[in-house]
């Protein structure tokens, strides 16, 4: 379950942070490689509403996916670069990216296939944390190259943020990280490991109790089902409910990609979430930004 932004999210981990979780509701407890291209695609205004005066370019990571990325604000100024969660768009940034732009070089772009970005093929080993973190790379060097840059993640963004800020291959192009709703899956799977490994009741209980929030993920994983669900009757019904359940305005959010990025944000799940809860690749998770001059948001 998502939540539209409306700039009151919390900052979980900054400057140099050792982590922490924010309270996800179902999952959890609450310069290495070389950058990929841009296609050098110019500039433009972007044509959605809701994005009304942002700049909107286009960038191709080393394997095709093309991303839509929009920019608001004064390049010159420290970059904050936003990550959506799922079932989202960059939209779900509209009024925080707007409060920003005054002060900050405000970036949100569509995570591969999701919004006008476009989707791998094919789509199952195509939306693994480490072809996402490339994505990031790929965005970061084209709006900020050579400076480091503020990541902001909501749910499945921060699930993001958290492989963005504790993988080798972006050492010093983070200068912080800002998490809601969403925790590190290596982190998550060491606290089922330590439940499961080291029983007491309380742990047990702590298991069972995040197992039966955790419903949803179960269902993403199934074949086929969450396809036909948001391609049908859910992508008709969800706007609704985020209205009358999170009081959402009716103003034209959640757009028209909802089907399509829903459907293909399944692999999310899919293709991270049991591997990396089974194995998890770190420990606890200790984000290394890059000390910069530049005023942290």
């Not at 608001?72 to 990550?83: N, S």
């Not at 732009?101 to 919004?115: F, K, L, T």
């Not at 209205?243 to 399509?260: F, M, W």
């Amino acid at each position: 379950m998502n939540e539209r932004d409306d700039g009151q999210g919390r900052n979980d981990t900054g400057d140099g942070g050792d982590g922490g979780h924010s309270g996800d509701r179902g999952l959890m407890p609450k310069q290495g490689t070389a950058p990929a291209k841009s296609t050098g695609t110019a500039l433009h205004r972007a044509p959605d509403a809701a994005l009304e005066g942002a700049r909107e370019r286009r960038v191709r990571t080393p394997e095709g996916v093309e991303l839509c990325v929009a920019e608001l604000g004064d390049p010159r100024q420290p970059t904050v670069v936003l990550v959506h969660g799922y079932p989202d768009s960059k939209e779900v940034w509209t009024k925080i990216a707007r409060r920003l732009s005054g002060r900050y070089h405000v970036v949100a772009y569509d995570v591969r296939g999701c919004g006008r970005s476009s989707a791998p093929t094919p789509l199952r080993g195509g939306f693994t944390l480490e072809k996402l973190t490339q994505d990031f790379l790929t965005v970061a060097e084209a709006v900020s190259p050579g400076r480091p840059v503020h990541v902001v993640g909501h749910d499945w963004g921060s699930v993001q943020g958290w492989e963005f800020a504790t993988t080798e291959e972006t050492r010093g192009r983070i200068a912080s990280l800002t998490s809601m709703s969403g925790p590190s899956l290596d982190h998550f799977g060491h606290w089922i490991k330590k439940r499961v490994s080291r029983p007491t009741p309380r742990r047990l209980a702590q298991a069972a109790a995040q197992g039966a929030r955790s419903w949803y993920v179960y269902m993403l994983h199934t074949p086929v089902l969450p396809e036909l669900a948001w391609r049908g009757p859910l992508s008709r019904y969800w706007p609704r409910l985020l209205r009358r359940a999170e009081k959402l305005p009716d103003d034209g959010y959640p757009t028209s990609s909802l089907p399509r990025d829903a459907a293909h944000g399944a692999w999310l799940y899919r293709d991270n979430v049991r591997y990396r809860l089974r194995r998890p690749q770190r420990g606890l998770p200790r984000p290394r930004p890059r000390p910069t001059d530049h005023t942290d948001p």
